[in-house]
């Protein structure tokens, strides 16, 4: 039974219907065997698999990341469960779940607790095991998003997850994901620098550095950090007076034109398009000056990006942001009252479904919107 689920699990492209068959023979496996850990470890991982298909198909994957976790604490409660792969895997299991608890707006910090000291234990049996090392990595990057999202102070978890991402790449500098997830974290640090009015050019030659290491074999990951990168060096062109805010724009829009090219059935590109025309038109409103017909044409631009990423992710928070700032940038281009009321409503309610898709979302703009809300 193990042997077929095995067979089943590590198919190519195994489907959502093929993992549930996995878990389901594994049950069996474990019903006839309770004491051979393999099957409550495979079993773990097949339902963490199923996790990924289940949030791209919008449905509930808590009860199914907990399921994963219970799997994990079978193996474990077993003598010769008791591994680094092991550890490893509930360390994973724990920080999925920190992370749509974080995007729930619920307090993660025990469940990623939970998944450091998981990460910890493998790393004390085995400290040349570099898999981990992006277990910790990532438990401690999801700590930071919190505290930066609830008015903590992030940068020591921003530090921890550098170093266990730097150190996988001190010992194996082949390690790509290594590279991506440091840009990752970095470019979630650049974010919060820029909020609070430092500028976060350092920290975005670092996020380029890590990302020309994976330039050729991931270009999906290479565009998407990119094309971020390239708003957040606008964004604080725009807020700092510097220069360079139109070729920002155009390198964003560039990267986010190849991401539809290499994804087109996936929301980032269009996000970032929308991005774009977002910061084209705040940049715009500020000038005196207000040059209308150019904000009338990025609002329509941007409002045409948002509907097509909605359209692949409704619930996507930053697309809603996107969309009830260039509603209400629309607003002051009419002078029909009813036509501003309805726009009003809709940049409102826009804003509301924001912060219901991800309730700790910082957004400045779209929280003053949400408020006047009744």
């Not at 097949?46 to 399921?67: H, M, N």
């Not at 990595?137 to 170093?163: H, I, N, R, S, V």
């Not at 640090?189 to 290491?213: I, S």
């Not at 409103?285 to 990025?298: D, K, M, Q």
């Amino acid at each position: 039974l193990v042997l077929r689920a095995e067979w089943l699990y590590e198919r190519p492209g195994e489907s959502a219907r093929l993992l549930q068959e996995a878990i389901a023979v594994l049950g069996r496996a474990q019903d006839l065997d309770p004491h051979r850990p393999e099957a409550f470890h495979l079993q773990g991982n097949a339902l963490l698999d199923l996790v990924d298909r289940q949030k791209a198909v919008g449905e509930d994957p808590i009860p199914t990341v907990r399921a994963a976790l219970t799997a994990f604490e079978r193996a474990l409660a077993l003598p010769e469960g008791r591994t680094r792969r092991t550890f490893n895997s509930l360390g994973m299991a724990h920080t999925d779940l920190g992370w749509m608890q974080r995007l729930r707006g619920e307090d993660p910090r025990e469940s990623l607790r939970l998944g450091i000291e998981a990460a910890d234990r493998a790393i004390a049996m085995s400290p040349s095991y570099l898999t981990v090392y992006n277990t910790r990595g990532l438990a401690f990057w999801e700590l930071a998003e919190y505290a930066a999202a609830t008015d903590g102070d992030p940068l020591p978890a921003y530090g921890q997850a550098e170093g266990a991402f730097a150190h996988m790449l001190s010992i194996d500098p082949s390690r790509l994901v290594a590279h991506t997830n440091s840009a990752g974290v970095l470019l979630s640090k650049a974010r919060w620098q820029l909020l609070g009015g430092v500028d976060p050019a350092p920290t975005l030659l670092a996020v380029e550095a890590h990302l020309a290491a994976v330039r050729e074999r991931f270009p999906w990951d290479f565009n998407l950090d990119s094309g971020e990168t390239a708003l957040l060096r606008a964004a604080w062109a725009r807020r700092s007076g510097g220069p360079g805010l139109d070729g920002h724009l155009r390198a964003a829009a560039r990267h986010a034109t190849e991401l539809l090219r290499l994804a087109p059935d996936e929301p980032s590109g269009e996000l970032l398009l929308a991005e774009v025309e977002r910061q084209r038109v705040e940049a715009l409103s500020a000038r005196s000056p207000v040059a209308r017909a150019e904000i009338a044409l990025a609002c329509r631009r941007g409002l045409e990006h948002v509907a097509r990423a909605l359209a692949i992710s409704p619930k996507l928070a930053r697309a809603l942001a996107a969309r009830a700032v260039l509603l209400q940038a629309q607003v002051a281009q009419t002078d029909d009252p009813k036509e501003r009321h309805r726009l009003t409503g809709e940049a409102r309610q826009a804003a509301r479904a924001a912060f219901a898709a991800e309730p700790l979302l910082r957004d400045d703009a779209v929280r003053t919107l949400a408020a006047t809300i009744p």
